[in-house]
Each structure stands twice: as structure tokens, then as C-alpha cells.
């Protein structure tokens, strides 16, 4: 079995819900629930042996231990953070707990269980830590896409957490020889996204009328992947990266924010029987500036490619096209998240009992 963290995530539910589409190796859950967890994003998965869920901290060192011990896990997937650049400007503390305290934690309760396992379980075990691309900082508009060996320059607290967390599982690898596995991943999009980010947060903006934020001129690019083709991309590192090593993962589509938005009101136009006579673009709105905005991010995927056989398998026109029309049959869930009603459905449905363990630090 593989132990995720962060599983109630955006990429955490899509991750469980695929992997046990492909597999019946179960999977342990181990998520906090903060604001970005949401457990109905796994309730199709209510009563199904291959999956536990439990509640709890990835910095909860005893939990973590007690975890290991109990399923010897061949792999963890760490996908636990706090992931949002705006709410790292203004209350960076979390980020710093959880991307770097957290992970060290975490780190270091698989190292001592790891320590203890036999060959071969030892040899085949691996820690799988997922980044991002923002750990490198800002590209020049005609600058080279990122490799993996490009400098570390990140801009905002939360890129520099992460770029933290990204130096300590190195440093378990080079130190105690932890098979670790690093990957460094663009902007992703698609199904259960908290709509804080981008792309759900002008679509669910847009059904109910109100404006479109978009930071400064709206000319900055990111380089966008759906998230099924990072799930997949996930899967074959962990099953033949190569410890030690780092991979980028990329969709090799960039574009300006100002064209996603422009891409969005066009689907949803498409979609959507409306009584409204202004267009969707109308809505858009010229905001202040992010403050430290990186202006480009690009990512070079070839090493995957070249290596573990890896492209993704859509393309961003038939992405964003499943995306919009996902967000426009799940309107419910966009409401639920937005009255908080998501947390809610949390304590009616899931009592402490339900909990293996509900101690949360
Ligand atoms: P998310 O914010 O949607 O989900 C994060 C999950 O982690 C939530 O379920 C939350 O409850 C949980 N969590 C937070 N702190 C925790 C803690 N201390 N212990 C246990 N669980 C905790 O994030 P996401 O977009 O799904 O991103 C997942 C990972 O992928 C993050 O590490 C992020 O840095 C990385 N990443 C994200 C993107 C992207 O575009 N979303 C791109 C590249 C890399
Ligand atoms: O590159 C990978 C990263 O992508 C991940 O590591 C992060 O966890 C993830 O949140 C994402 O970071 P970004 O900052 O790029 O994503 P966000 O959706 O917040 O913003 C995307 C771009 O859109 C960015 O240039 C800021 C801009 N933006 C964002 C919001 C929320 C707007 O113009 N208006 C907005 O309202």
C-alpha cells in the first residue's frame, strides 16, 4: 500500500480517485483538512476497503510513526502543503510550518521506519515529494524553459517553502540515503480545484455574474497542465523514477492569463444558456498587481519523456474543454466550497469515530 498526504487536496483527490480507477493498492489518506481539504471529493470512495482516510498533521511525528508501523506503506506520495502564492503574501506562517516544518517532520519519521525495514522492502521503497515550478523564480520572456538543474530563485513565501522542503529531501537522499524522488510541476487545472485559483475562480466568478480579477496587464504566462496528465506523470516516477533524481513535469503550454480568461468566457459562452446580454469578457476587471509576480514560468519536460516514457495525454484545448464543462455539471460543489458548506457536510458526515485518528496539531 502507498501512504498520500494532502489526499482531500485539488491534486491529492484527483491522485487517489485515479490511482484506485487503475489499481487496487490501497491507499492511507493522511490530509488535515484545512480550508483547501474537501472530503466530498472522495466520496465516491464511502465504504471502499482500498482506501482509509485518517485526519491529521504531517508535522505530528508520533502520528506519522504510528502510521508507518501499523501499514508499511512501499511508498509515500507528499502532496500535504499549503499551496496558495496570495495567501502566502499575507499570512506566510502556515507556509512555513507545514512546506517546511512539516516536511521535515515527516521526512524524518519515514527515515527511521525506512531504516528499520528489510531488503528488499528497504531498496524498494521511495518518497515521493511533489513541487513546482515556482521554486525557480521568473523566466525572461525568451529564456530557455526550466530544467531540472536550473537555479533556485523563488520569489514569494510560498515558492520559497517550497523550495526549502525541496533542499531538505535532497539532503535526507544525500545524507541517509532515503530513495527519494523530486518533481517540479507547472500549473495545474481540472476537476476539484479550490476556487481561489485562476482558472476555477473565473468560471465560477462568471455563473454568478461578478468580476474577473485579473493582477496587472494579465500578459504574465504559466504553463498549464490538466491534472490527470500530472496524476499519470506521478505514477510513472514512483514507479521507475530513479532515486535521487528530480523531474520536471509540463504540459508544454504556455499562455498569458489574459488568454486563459479570454478562453473560459468563450467556452462558458458556448455553454451556457443566458439571459444576459453583455458577454462574459464584460466582466473582466484590471486589478492591482500580485505583489513579486513572476512574470513567466515555462517548464522543459524532456527529461521524463526521454527517460520514463512520459507525455501528457491532453492537450489544452480538450482540457479546458472538459474542465469548463466539469465545473458547469458540478455547480453544487462550487457552491458548497464557497458557503463553506464543504466543512459542514465534514462534521455531519464524518464523526470522530470515523477518525483513526483525529489528533490534529
Ligand atoms: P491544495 O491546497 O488543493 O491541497 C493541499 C492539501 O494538503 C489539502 O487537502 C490540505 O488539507 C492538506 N494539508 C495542508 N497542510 C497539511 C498538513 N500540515 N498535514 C496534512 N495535510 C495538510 O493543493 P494542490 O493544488 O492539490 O497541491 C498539492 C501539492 O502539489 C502541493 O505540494 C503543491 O505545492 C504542489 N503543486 C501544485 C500545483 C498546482 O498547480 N496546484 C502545481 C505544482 C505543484
Ligand atoms: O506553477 C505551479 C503553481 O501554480 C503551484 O505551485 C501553486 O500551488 C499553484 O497555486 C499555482 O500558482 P500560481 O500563483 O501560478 O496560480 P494562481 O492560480 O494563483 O495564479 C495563476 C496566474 O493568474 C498568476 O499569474 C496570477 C494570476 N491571477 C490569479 C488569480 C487568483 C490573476 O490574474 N487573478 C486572480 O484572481
Known sequence: MILVTGG??????????????????????????????????LVSLSGDSRY??????????????????????????????????DRSIH??????????????RLLDAVRVYWLALDEPAKSNFRFLHVSTDEVFGSLEADAPAFTETHRYQPSSPYSASKASSDHLVNAYY???GLPT?????????????????????MIANALSGKPLPVYGDGRQIRDWLYVL??????????EAG??????????WNEKPNIDIVHTICTLLQESVETSRSADYRSLITYVTDRPGHD??????????????????????????????QWYLDNQGWIANVQTGDYRLWIEKNYTRSVYENTAVR
Open 174 to 176: 544525500k545524507t541517509h
Open 295 to 324: 512574470t513567466r514560468y515555462a517548464i522543459d519536460a524532456q527529461k521524463i519523456e526521454r527517460e520514463l516514457n512520459w507525455k501528457p495525454g491532453e492537450t489544452f484545448e480538450s482540457g479546458i474543454r472538459k474542465t469548463v
Open 8 to 41: 482531500a487536496g485539488f491534486i491529492g483527490s484527483n491522485f487517489i480517485l485515479d490511482w484506485l480507477a487503475q489499481s487496487d493498492e490501497t491507499v492511507i489518506n493522511l490530509d488535515k483538512l484545512t480550508y483547501a481539504g474537501n472530503l466530498q471529493n
Open 52 to 85: 482509509h482516510f485518517v485526519r491529521g498533521d504531517i508535522g505530528n511525528q508520533e502520528l506519522v510513526s504510528g502510521l508507518l508501523a501499523q501499514y508499511q506503506p512501499r511508498a509515500v506520495v507528499n502532496l500535504a502543503a499549503e499551496s496558495h502564492v
Open 181 to 201: 524522488l523530486v518533481t517540479s510541476c507547472s500549473n495545474n487545472y481540472g476537476p476539484y480545484q479550490f476556487p481561489e485559483k485562476l482558472i476555477p475562480l
Open 242 to 251: 530513479k532515486p535521487g533524481e528530480a523531474y520536471n513535469i509540463g504540459g
Open 229 to 238: 496528465d500530472h496524476c499519470s506523470a506521478l505514477r510513472r516516477v514512483l
Open 91 to 104: 499570512g506566510p506562517e502556515a507556509f512555513i510550518q507545514t512546506n517546511i516544518v512539516g516536511t521535515f
